[in-house]
């Protein structure tokens, strides 16, 4: 239930619990406690008792031994001489029983500072009810928290039969949500638990890469040059050094040279940053996996990355299937593989190796592409690709073989000049994994970052600089290496059913609130 009804004015209800504030500290109580010492969740008491229950250790009453739990008052009903009330922790709800004759007439006529939202401890002995809903008669309880903003709790009704709770109402308005996420996380279990599912996906991450015996590292968030991707930087300033600083876009650079130094197997779950557009599949701010493995190429990273997508499955959903949107997509090794090249020439009809630039531009502009000023050809291939063949990756597939432009930190492909050893990973329509042959040479990176230098000269602001560092790192010498990105959010998507990159990530950026 609610405390807030629709006709209410919200400055009324304000005023109201700050008068109630005052009432509280009038009795003599603490109404923002330092500590409170819980003997139990809600969801261990109530399985605590039912355990007691089937083992015929209640008392001849039907009480188990006392309780003393934690939570925030979310369900209030004001019996006369008694009330029923729901606690919610971060495990789940259990339900309250205040007696006047129990607890005493001055605690129970001091109920009446409670509202809806409050934080409260309340001790007691359980039992049944006639209903059948396992509860706490309570002996005592003291205030927590008072709060002074109702959370929008929804009206809610349970099933009788199946115990099926359905909300009607409350904070339905999503942007809010992501605005005041704390009390879009109070008022719905649903958006917690994809949240401690994303936690675990990570644990997961980690555990499978710490058991192939690579190594987490940490590297620069801060950067003096920015690099490792094709996209527009942050840029800050560092007063003291007066330089100008860029936040990372990718911490590939920096993991690649920590291969130089003699880590073969090192990985980072980092933060990064892209001056980018938002979308459905885009923040600013995101998470990325990367790792990098001595004496390896992109087909020994293709397998590495099934057995890892299999080994999450395993162990967060308990099964090899994805369910997402309306589709059930199996998840079977191996994943099937197509060439990029000849998927879009197919889809365009068209070889697109034998396609101008002119040609491409003009099949872009027809298919009214945005953001085209200063594309070269890989960005064009990449843009019409992403028209024209990622929608239909639902299951898992691995588009191989990008084009030279595309790829300025691949090998070359061994069979094809114009191609490198370079994979993507698709699930669901989007883009998850992204994995290279490493590019090694210091003379073809060179000439490479100076080919991206030539496209920013033409106005493509998210070709990448020339680091001369990098190359001065790759001159010393690194080992044949096989790389790949992955982003967490999107894994994360998937794997929970989401849609929007912001349903996974707690706080995602806004525009500023008017």
């Known amino acids: 239930m609610s405390d807030i009804e629709p006709t209410e004015d919200l400055s009324q209800i304000l005023r109201h619990r700050r008068e109630k504030l005052e009432e509280v500290v009038k009795r003599g109580m603490q109404p923002f406690a330092y500590n409170y010492s819980a003997t139990s969740s809600t969801i261990a008491a109530i399985e605590g008792f039912e355990a007691a229950e089937a083992g015929g250790t209640l008392d001849e009453e039907g009480y188990s031994e006392p309780v003393q739990i934690g939570g925030r008052l979310v369900g209030w009903r004001d019996m006369g001489r008694s009330v029923f009330a729901h606690v919610e922790d971060g495990q789940g709800r259990i ?8 607890v005493g007439e001055s605690s129970f006529e001091a109920l009446s500072v409670l509202d809806v939202s409050d934080w409260i401890g309340a001790e007691g002995r359980m039992f049944r009810t006639r209903t059948g809903e396992v509860t706490i008669q309570v002996e005592g309880w003291i205030l927590l928290t008072k709060s002074l903003r109702p959370l929008p709790f929804g009206k809610v009704e349970t099933d009788a039969q199946t115990g099926e709770r359905t909300v009607y109402g409350g904070f339905q308005d999503q942007e809010a949500r992501y605005r005041q996420r704390y009390a879009d996380l109070a008022v719905h279990p649903d958006v917690r638990e994809v ?7 990570i644990t997961e991450l980690r555990r499978f890469l710490d058991a192939e015996g690579f190594l987490e590292v940490e590297t620069p968030v801060l950067q003096p040059l920015y690099g490792g991707a094709s996209a527009r930087p942050f840029v800050t300033h560092h007063h003291s050094l007066d330089q100008r600083m860029y936040l990372r876009i990718a911490d590939e650079l920096y993991l690649k040279r920590l291969v130089v130094g003699g880590f073969e197997r090192v990985y980072e779950i980092a933060k990064d940053f892209r001056n980018e557009g938002l979308s459905r599949v885009h923040n600013p701010e995101f998470t990325m996996l990367e790792w990098y493995q001595a004496f390896s190429d992109y087909e020994d990273q293709m397998d590495l990355v099934e057995r890892m997508l299999v080994h999450v499955l395993d162990s967060v959903v308990g099964e090899r299937v994805i369910r997402y949107g309306d589709d059930e997509i199996p998840v079977t090794m191996p994943f099937r593989r197509i060439g990029l090249v000849s998927a879009l020439s197919e889809a365009i009809g068209e070889d697109v190796h034998e396609m101008s630039l002119e040609d491409l531009m003009g099949k872009a502009q027809e298919l009214g592409i945005s953001d085209l000023e200063g594309s070269g050809r890989g960005k064009l291939i990449d843009k019409l690709f992403g028209e024209l063949v990622e929608p239909g990756l639902i ?21 094809d000049d114009r191609l490198t050893e370079r994979f993507e990973m698709y699930i669901g329509g989007s883009e998850i994994f992204n994995g290279f042959s490493e590019l090694n040479d210091p003379i073809d990176q060179r000439d490479r970052f100076e080919a991206q230098a030539a496209l920013r000269d033409q106005g493509d602001e998210e070709a990448q600089q020339i680091d001369d560092d990098y190359i001065r790192a790759l001159e010393y010498g690194m080992p044949p290496t096989g790389g790949v990105g992955m982003g967490v959010d999107r894994l994360v998507m998937m794997l929970t059913g989401q849609t929007s990159i912001r349903d996974v990530i707690l706080f995602p950026i806004l525009r500023s609130e008017e």
Request: no cysteine; charged share 30%; glycine share 0%.
């Open 195 to 201: 949240f401690r599912t994303r936690a675990k996906v």
């Open 395 to 415: 299951e898992p597939t691995f588009v191989i073989d990008h084009p030279k432009e595309l790829s300025p930190l691949a090998k070359v492909h061994r069979d």
């Open 95 to 102: 339900q309250l029983y205040f007696r006047n004759s129990v």
